[in-house]
């Protein structure tokens, strides 16, 4: 009787750790578009584009843009700059049913006050995985190359349709 005490709290030990490992795996999967890009209708608005990539939804969502710059004492300094918007904390699920899981996230950013020739953007993205609770950290820093202007394909794709104007 002893032992069937014994390996069945070794089992249940081992089978604790396993659950444990396979939930701390699932972690949220997010693709960052690699181009900003510039509304060619609206001044100074420039948009990212983030697709959940994971098969359930992303809860906690906190995103933040930052104009990172050498102020000459070889010491970056750095300036939040604002969502247009109010922020999204929530991303659906990756499906076919609906394209909730791309957005699209614009910021006003003024290229006198933020020159992208002296320094350039920072963006992070924190999400958490809605079944196994687990958190990750996205960054993506973007310099005046990373600049086109157009408008973001819809669905899964980060191609920028370029404005020919």
Known sequence: MINGL???LISGFFASLIFALFLLSLRPKINISEDICKDPKLDNVYRIKI???S???LNN???SLHYCYDAGDGIL???KIQPRKEPLDFIDRNCSENED???RLSFFI???KYPLDKGFL???VLATHSFSNTSKCFKRIYTKDNIKKGVFQGGESMRIIIDKD
């Open 61 to 63: 969502l906190r995103y």
């Open 122 to 124: 920072k963006f992070t």
């Open 51 to 53: 697709v959940n990539k």
């Open 101 to 103: 899981y791309a957005i």
């Open 77 to 79: 300094d750095v300036e």
């Open 55 to 57: 098969k359930v939804n």
């Open 6 to 8: 014994i390996s069945g």
């Open 110 to 112: 003024d290229r006198e």
